[in-house]
């Protein structure tokens, strides 16, 4: 074993049906397990498993790091890695898997953590349950219309996992990514040593942080401060009336519980969209999909910009809920929040115009309603006749600051959006903002790709049931790129 590296005749597939690749050297690959008839001798991995040599042949293919019994080991390598183990890097590993590609995922927490760690208590999926799906794996429950607690999308998530095998190894961080060494792809700094991909997917979330702004270190100190994903329950909250920021589905969400709950609420609006839950019968996702709502193209809307957040929530069965409903029930709206000054927060003068606008967005949805109610393909899938529910009167507080002493906060909950967390990538895919450069997941690089942002393609993209979309076509660019 002296000297220059031998190269080896490689076999197309390995013996799970993966691809291996042909014309590397020892240095750059591993070696995999062999039938126990095989006349062997067995290397040992460094997590414990077993890589036999066979007698003139070396069996290579991707895999972790092997300590040579002559000293040294090769580096690790693979395929593909992706990066997360929530839904959407699951359903890659679905679709890689399918097409006999050998790849790894690498969670730094664990499988669907945040499904469980950055949801309050009384989150319920917002979708019916039927559309509680993944690749391979359709809803089976007994509840097809309901809408399932978020522990039961935890153990959903887990139960995948498990039956499609998925490679995950969990409390594994990536801390870096950057072009590998000459032309061998790319390398991957993590809490367990580095590794080698020719493809990485990087599948870590649509909501990655919080967006809270550099002038709430200026808030007065007796007040707490959180966002949406540390928020549990009312009962965990100091004293005091509630200020929330934001009014997509988390903020206008959690100003509901807490407004039932017996809090004073603040809601400082933001861009939103309404719509009923139900409308002729028929849930508003059961509308979206027959309207062709989720099939509208990201690259339909100037600059990118998509629409804002539609409110919906699964609580009690589902009902109407935005933020006009809930200034009718005794939340205090407010305009954005821009500012503080000598322990008063600024307020824009823009909430009359938000909410006039997601007006505007239920009229519009009612309407396409009713032209798709009436065509006869329709007439007997729906009911045909159904006023639009009436918006209750309501007015707005006119006001420009909000002293938080005087109106008794005790607590602000930050919910205004989420920002992404790509510092660790050094590669040339995201803008100055932050922000992945990508088509439909496919960037600049060969071989990286992003999966599961939110409107990556189309309205589907981030969303639980349809992420698979994406992954089958990013598995299919993977496999043309290197067959």
């Given at each position: 074993m002296s000297g220059a590296p031998r190269k080896h005749r490689i076999p197309q597939r390995n013996e799970n049906g993966a691809k291996a690749m042909t014309g590397y050297s020892w240095e750059r690959l591993c070696l995999c397990r062999i039938g126990p008839s095989a006349s062997e001798s067995a290397i040992k991995?460094?997590?414990?498993?077993?890589?036999?040599?066979?007698?003139?042949?070396?069996?290579v293919v991707y895999g972790a790091p092997i300590a040579l019994p002559w000293g040294?080991?090769?580096?690790?390598?693979?395929?593909?890695?992706?990066i997360g183990g929530g839904q959407a890097g699951l359903a890659m590993s679905h679709h890689l898997r399918q097409r006999g590609r050998e790849h790894i995922i690498l969670e730094r927490r664990r499988v669907a953590e945040r499904w469980r760690t950055e949801r309050w208590d009384s989150l319920r999926f917002q979708l019916p349950n039927s559309w509680l799906e993944l690749p391979g794996k359709p809803y089976a429950g007994s509840d097809p219309n309901g809408f399932t607690h978020h522990s039961d999308v935890v153990r959903f998530i887990v139960d995948y996992a498990a039956e499609i095998a998925a490679p995950v190894r969990t409390g594994v961080e990536v801390t870096s990514l950057s072009p590998g060494e000459g032309s061998s792809g790319?390398?991957?700094?993590?809490?367990?040593?580095?590794?080698?991909?020719?493809?990485?997917?990087?599948?870590?979330?649509?909501?990655?942080?919080?967006?809270?702004?550099?002038?709430?270190?200026?808030?007065t100190s007796y007040v707490y401060q959180t966002d949406a994903t540390h928020y549990r329950n009312p009962a965990e909250l100091p004293p005091g009336a509630v200020l929330i920021i934001g009014s997509g589905n988390s903020g206008c969400q959690i100003a509901d519980e807490l407004l039932h709950s017996g809090?004073?609420?603040?809601?400082?609006?933001?861009?939103?969209?309404?719509?009923?839950?139900?409308?002729?019968?028929?849930?508003?996702?059961?509308?979206?999909?027959?309207?062709?709502?989720?099939?509208?193209?990201?690259d339909t809307f100037p600059g990118r910009r998509y629409p804002p957040t539609t409110i919906m929530t699964g609580v009690d069965g589902g009902y109407d809920l935005d933020p006009g409903r809930l200034g009718s029930a005794g939340v205090t709206l407010l305009g954005r929040v821009v500012g503080i000054k000598d322990g008063s927060l600024a307020l824009a003068d823009d909430a009359e115009k938000l909410l006039a606008a997601a007006d505007h967005s239920y009229a519009a949805f009612i309407e396409a309603a009713d032209i798709l109610a009436a065509t006869p393909a329709m007439r007997s899938e729906v009911e045909q006749t159904e006023p639009p529910a009436p918006q209750p009167l309501l007015s707005v507080d006119d006001i420009r600051t909000l002293n938080l002493r005087e109106q008794n906060i005790g607590t602000i909950i930050w919910a205004n959006g989420h920002g992404f967390s790509f510092d660790w990538v050094k590669l040339p895919i995201v803008d100055a903002k932050g922000t992945p450069v990508q088509q439909r997941g496919v960037t600049a690089c060969p071989g990286i790709y992003f999966l599961g942002l939110h409107w990556m393609h189309t309205f589907r993209s981030a969303i639980f049931s349809f992420v698979g979309r994406d992954a089958s076509y990013l598995a299919d660019h993977i496999d043309h790129l290197a067959p």
């Open positions: 991995y460094d997590r414990g498993h077993y890589a036999p040599v066979l007698r003139g042949q070396i069996n040294g080991s090769l580096r690790e390598k693979h395929d593909t890695v992706i790319y390398s991957l700094e993590t809490t367990d040593g580095q590794i080698n991909a020719r493809h990485v997917v990087i599948a870590t979330g649509p909501f990655q942080r919080p967006m809270i702004p550099d002038f709430s270190r200026a808030i809090r004073r609420v603040f809601l400082a609006v933001s861009r939103h969209s309404r719509v009923p839950r139900r409308y002729r019968g028929k849930d508003v996702i059961w509308w979206y999909e027959h309207l062709g709502r989720f099939d509208v193209n990201i």
